[in-house]
C-alpha cells in the first residue's frame, strides 16, 4: 500500500475513528484502525466487536492494499506533524513508513487479515427522525442509562415507536425517564429497540442541526450513514423492563420548587454527606424544605433551608445527592414538580409546564 494525504484531513478522520477504541482489550488487534486504499480512496475502520465506525477519505493513491495501524502512536505523531501531505507506504513485512517534510517515522502495523470482518447488515428497516429531536431524546435520557456491564439491557435507551409518536426510556434501577414526543417526523420502523447508550452518545457528536437522519435498524444492529462513512453497533436483544408497572400514579404530595436554587443547595450540603452513601434528607413542609446531611465518620454536617411550595402532610425522605441533582439538571422548567407519596416510594420530577407534543417523566427512589 502507498498513498499521500493531507495532515489535517487524516487527523480529523483518526480523531473520529478513535471513539470506537477499547480503553481496555485481551485482543491488541483492537487498537488498531485498518486502512484499506483502493483506487484513490482511503477507507479508515476501528471496532470494539460492539460499534464500528467506518470513514472515507479522498487520497492520492500509488499502491493499493490494507493494513491494520496502532492507533494511539498514530494519532500522536500525526498530531505533532506541521501542515502537508504525509506519505505512508506499507513493506512486504507490515512495516509501515510514515513520511513527511521533518522526517520519516516507522511502525510495525498487522495484516488486515487478523482485523474483524466488517459487519454485514441485511434486512433494514428504516427510521427517519430529525436530528434535532434525535439529540434531544439523547440529552434527556442517555445520563439516567446504567453504567454497570451486569446489567446490559440497563446499559440502553428504549426507543418504542408507534404511529402516535416516539417514547424513549432509559433506567438504572434508581433513576427512570421516560421522554414522549408525538407527531415526530419520522417514517418507516414501527415496534421497540433497545440502543446502547455509548453508541447514542458517540453519534450525538456528529449529528447536525435540522437534518433528516436515517437509522437502519436490523434484528441485531442499527447503523447510521455519515457524509464519509457510517457508525454501526450491537442493539441489545434482552427484553427491556415493564417501566410502566414502576410509574406510580398515586402520588398526590406536591412540592414546587426553583430548580437552580434546590440543585446549588445540594451541591453544597452533598460535600459534608458520607462518601459513599451521599445521602441528603429532605424535610417537606407547607412552605420550607431543609436539606441536611451528616458524616458520624468524619463528624460533618450540612445543612440549607429553602423556601417552595408544598401541598401534602410534611415529610422526611432521603435520596442520592448525584442522582437528585443530575435529576434537577435535566429538568427545562425553572420550577420543579415533585410528586411525592412516602419516605418509602419512589418520587415523581415534572416540569411546572408539559409541553403539548412533548412530556417528561422522571422517576428517582429514595434511600
Known sequence: MELLIEKSYLLKSLQVVSKAIPTRSTLPILGCALFYQKNNILNIRTTDLEIAISLNCEVEGKIDGGIAIPISKLLEITNAMPSGNIKFSVSDIGKLSIDCQQGQYTIMGQPQEEFPSEINIEETQDLEINSTELKNIIK????????????????????????????????????????????????????????????????????????????????????VELQTGNITSRIIKDPFPDYESVIPK?????????????????????????????????????????????????????????????????MSIGYNAVYLSEVLQHQRSEEVKILLKSPLNAGLFLPVEQEKKERKTTLLMPI
Do not use: W
Open 140 to 223: 434527556n435520557t442517555a445520563y439516567a442509562a446504567s453504567k454497570d456491564d451486569l446489567k446490559p439491557v440497563l446499559q440502553g435507551v428504549l426507543f418504542n415507536i408507534g404511529e402516535n409518536g416516539l417514547t424513549s426510556v432509559a433506567t438504572d434501577g434508581h433513576r427512570l425517564v421516560k421522554f414522549e414526543q408525538e407527531g415526530l417526523k419520522e417514517t418507516g420502523f414501527q415496534g421497540s429497540v433497545v440502543v446502547p447508550t455509548k453508541y447514542l452518545k458517540l453519534l450525538y457528536n456528529y449529528l447536525e442541526e435540522n437534518k433528516m437522519v436515517n437509522l437502519q435498524i436490523s434484528d441485531n444492529h442499527i447503523n
Open 250 to 314: 398515586d402520588n398526590t404530595n406536591t412540592l414546587i420548587v426553583d430548580k437552580t436554587a434546590f440543585t446549588d443547595a445540594i451541591k453544597r450540603v452533598s460535600i459534608f454527606s458520607n462518601k459513599a452513601s451521599k445521602q441528603v434528607s429532605l424535610a417537606i413542609s407547607e412552605n420550607e424544605v431543609i436539606i441536611t446531611t451528616e458524616d458520624t465518620e468524619n463528624i460533618t454536617s450540612g445543612k440549607e433551608k429553602l423556601e417552595c411550595t408544598y401541598e401534602g402532610e410534611p
